[in-house]
């Protein structure tokens, strides 16, 4: 009967893909005297019950995260430290254990905190965690690290610094859907920044610089990019990674064939050829899927067994392969081992627009 379980979860999964990635889990880590410990918010209106005794100034740090974009993030995840504590482990030990889409560290955040939450992003990436952070002028050259740099934000009366607005520009990537970016995203509250010509905004976005400015009617985001700038030369990297929308859907998707493939496939089934197969029909229907909600371009999804992968596995295993057919080699015997190449074309927002115009 196949393989009900993961084809309804992967269908689910897609049909939920928009949603789900329009509000998404911001993590905040901050430093007080009086509060600490954790805490979870699903709106703003709880901070005053459930972090009563948290300084006003954390309060408002809280609070900005949730006036994301188009919709606010689903939650926002606080850990509060002592104030004299000088590294973030155990507030990052926390976090592991938690659905973090965007971290942020305290609003005096210093520059040895910011590559802490580096490392710590890092360390989770590697363990096939998707979490991303937002640091204060950190150029990490990583497209899970949002380096935001506009400095002399005024909001009605409130000044903030660059490490103390990193929480209201996590809510707001956190808040965008999946299907736009949140490039020219609005910022209602803000009344100036620090001014930067054409040019220098051009520099600092090329740079992988996150930044707001005044178009003159109102403040808004620039382009929407991480920090990555691939100077490491990892070729199998190009410049989409530098997007933090094609990030999100990268992430998205691992995230969602990871665990999915954990929950109802693997160790439940054998390692059959035909069971490889209705694998590969149900991540092709949720690419599918994907492609109808607009998240991946039409008719350029594909998966299949890696043919290259199998070749080499059955070499590894001393099997004499020069006289068997692909269709032999793709039924092969591989152990616990399935081995399978996709191609996806995610889609770009529009931020670019040449027009011309004859008169």
């Not at 379980?5 to 889990?25: D, H, K, P, W, Y």
């Not at 504590?85 to 659905?99: F, I, N, Q, R, S």
């Not at 081995?339 to 115009?357: C, M, N, P």
């Amino acid at each position: 009967m196949g393989l009900p379980n993961i084809e309804v979860t992967f269908q689910a999964l897609a049909n939920t893909a928009i949603q789900r990635l329009s509000r998404g889990v911001v993590g905040i880590i901050l430093k007080d005297e009086k509060a600490n410990g954790a805490c979870e918010l699903t709106r703003a209106s709880q901070i005053k019950d459930k972090l009563k005794e948290l300084g006003v100034n954390n309060q408002e740090y809280i609070s900005i995260a949730f006036l994301g974009y188009v919709t606010a993030p689903m939650k926002v995840i606080a850990y509060v430290l002592p104030v004299t504590a000088a590294v973030l482990t155990e507030a990052l030990d926390y976090m592991a254990t938690k659905p973090i889409d965007y971290l942020v560290g305290p609003p005096d955040i210093t520059p040895t905190q910011a590559e802490e939450i580096q490392e710590w992003i890092d360390g989770r990436r590697a363990a096939k965690a998707t979490p991303k952070a937002v640091l204060p002028k950190l150029a990490a050259d990583n497209y899970a690290i949002v380096n935001f740099t506009t400095e002399d934000i005024v909001a009605g009366v409130k000044n903030y610094t660059t490490a103390g607005f990193c929480s209201r520009i996590a809510g707001l990537i956190a808040g965008t859907p999946v299907t736009i970016s949140c490039t020219y995203a609005p910022l209602p509250e803000v009344t100036r920044v620090k001014a930067l010509d054409k040019e220098a905004m051009d520099d600092a976005v090329d740079a992988g610089e996150f930044i707001i400015f005044s178009d003159g009617a109102k403040v808004k985001v620039g382009r929407a990019v991480n920090s990555f700038q691939n100077a490491k030369g990892i070729a199998t990297l190009n410049d989409s990674w530098k997007k933090i929308k094609i990030v999100e859907a990268m992430d998205m998707m691992m995230s969602d064939i990871s665990a999915t493939a954990q929950d109802t496939y693997i160790g439940k089934y054998a390692n059959s050829y035909d069971n490889k197969c209705l694998l590969i029909t149900a991540i092709s229907n949720y690419f599918a899927a994907l492609e109808r909600e607009g998240v991946l371009a039409a008719g350029r999804s594909s998966i299949e067994i890696d043919i290259d992968a199998q070749e080499s596995y059955l070499l590894s295993k001393g099997v004499d392969i020069a006289s068997m057919s692909e269709q032999d080699i793709k039924e092969a015997n591989t152990g616990s081992t399935v081995f399978l190449r996709a191609s996806v074309s995610i889609l770009d927002a529009i931020e670019d627009i040449t027009l011309k115009i004859t008169i």
